[in-house]
């Protein structure tokens, strides 16, 4: 059983290109999250998602895009890149609200 | 909306010694409280929860936390702590009808030898 799977583990970027991250959970949880995660600043969300084909912003949205056009599958978007948006991408997932489930984390650095 | 502040950014300890980690949380409506541990390049698991019933809650790996709604505090305590037990620790809050979870910047715990 192979949880949240988060692919790339690692990505580098130019300012100004463009990249999605995958995020794929074989556990048919409904809700699924998008969180960054920045030192002394905790995890702060980006965007969820309450189901298939929903989409809804969290605290931080500006600079990205969602899509959730399966159940398993959440991807994030970052159209173009900025040095403010490195940082460690965490996916979640979950079946009852109350408690999330965590991918092992993507490092992203905007050059 | 609410808002999670954890009063520690670090807390160096020694092996065997009980900890203390403090969370307190501000929100105008009903929450759920939860705590989350980080061991480095992992992602983030549950320790414990608060839903509702008693206001002490018995998490994983000997950890507990009490729930204090007048001081608005849920702070995370073990009686004697391992090497182990060296991770971040995140406290969380959720409405209890909405869906974001919030968490706080987090608790960087040290167990010293």
Not at chain 1, 6 to 22: A, C, D, E, I
Not at chain 1, 56 to 74: H, M, T
């Amino acid at each position: 059983n192979a949880g949240v799977t988060q692919t790339p583990k690692f990505r580098v970027l130019k300012t100004g290109q463009s990249m999605t991250l995958l995020c794929a959970q074989d556990m048919n949880h409904e809700y699924m999250y998008w969180y960054r995660q920045d030192p002394g600043m905790g995890l702060r969300l980006i965007h969820y998602s309450v189901g298939e084909g929903t989409t809804a912003k969290g605290e931080v949205p500006d600079g990205y895009n969602v899509s959730r056009l399966k159940k398993q599958n959440f991807l994030l978007g970052l159209e173009s890149a900025a040095p403010s948006q490195t940082s460690v991408y965490f996916c979640a997932s979950s079946y009852e609200r109350e408690k999330l489930f965590f991918g092992s984390g993507t490092q992203l650095s905007v050059l | 909306a609410q808002s999670v502040t954890q009063l520690d950014s670090q807390v160096p300890v020694f092996e065997e010694a009980p900890v203390e980690l403090r969370c307190n949380y501000s929100s105008s409506v009903s929450v759920y409280l939860f705590w989350y541990v980080q061991y480095p390049n992992q992602g983030l698991q549950l320790l414990l929860k608060y839903l509702s019933g008693s206001t002490l809650v018995k998490g994983i790996n000997g950890f507990e936390a009490e729930f204090n709604k007048s001081q608005t505090s849920f702070h995370l305590r073990k009686p004697s702590v391992h090497i182990s037990d060296t991770a971040e620790y995140f406290c969380a809050v959720l409405h209890t009808g909405g869906f974001k979870t919030i968490f706080g910047a987090g608790t960087r715990l040290f167990v010293k030898a």
